[in-house]
Every structure is written in C-alpha cells, then in structure tokens.
C-alpha cells in the first residue's frame, strides 16, 4: 500500500490492524506525533488527512491510502507555522509531549472557523489534553494565531 505523508509518497507493506499512528512513527519514522493514550483519549495523535484532523491511533493506515496525511513534522515549510510560533511565542507548552497534537488540532481549529472567542477555542481544543496544565496558554497561543490568519 502505499500512504502519502506530508507530500512524499512512502510504499509499505502492512498488515491490515496497523493503525496510521504506528505506520507513521514505526514504519515511516516520523515521531512527531506522539502515542499517548492508544484510545483517542488524549489527542496526542492528532494528524491532519485530507485537511481534517483526525486521531491517528484510532484509524487504520490502509484506510488513509490515497489520502494526503500531514504530520506536525509536514505543517511547516521553511519557516515555523503561525500556530507554531504563537506556542512558542505564549510558552503554550510545558513537558512538550502533547504539543504537537495541540499544534495540529489547533491549526484544524483556526481553519474550521471555531477560534471566535477563548470559550469556544476551549470547546473545539478539548479533546487534545495537556497534563502540565498549560491551558491558558494554548488558548491565547489559539488566539494569537487566529488573529494572525484572519
């Protein structure tokens, strides 16, 4: 089968209960999204396919073929992502570990449309968590990068 990740083009063989989250860090080698619960709990997963997020532990890489999958690694081009850079700039992370979940899910966020107001950021955010409790600086980090892309 064949997945294209982040523009290129990666041919596997996989057997068929391989979820995308384990075909893109153990097959492809791309480990920036992370594994954090293995039951879409936490949001640490979060990809984008065909420009939707989506929790990459909870689909199976053959159901993404001919699909355009992007990763935290494939969100920047040479420069950082305004969501990126507005993490960075409102310290929107602590131990890291969930960030670039949060970075994609909040780059789906601004896209979507639902980045309006910090309670609604909050609403479409919640199903990426973050342990170190670095909420308010994901949602200013949201906001900051909405105002940026509008």
Not at 119 to 140: F, H, K, Q, T
């Amino acid at each position: 089968m064949s997945l294209r990740v982040n523009g290129k083009v990666y041919e596997q063989v996989l057997e068929p209960r391989v979820t995308l989250l384990d075909a893109l860090r153990e097959r492809i080698g791309l480990t920036g999204t992370k594994k954090g619960c293995d039951r879409g709990e936490c949001g640490a997963c979060t990809v984008h396919v065909d420009g939707r997020r989506i929790k990459s532990c909870l689909t199976l890489a053959v159901m993404q073929q001919n699909r355009e999958i992007t990763t935290v690694e494939g969100l920047a081009g040479g420069e950082l992502h305004p969501v990126q850079a507005a993490f960075l700039r409102r310290d929107g992370f602590q131990c890291g570990f969930c960030t670039p979940g949060q970075v994609m899910s909040a780059v789906a966020c601004v896209a979507e449309g639902h980045a309006g107001s910090d309670d609604e950021i909050r609403e479409w955010m919640s199903g990426n968590l973050c342990r170190c409790g670095c909420y308010p600086n994901i949602v200013a980090a949201v906001r900051d990068a909405a105002e940026e892309l509008s």
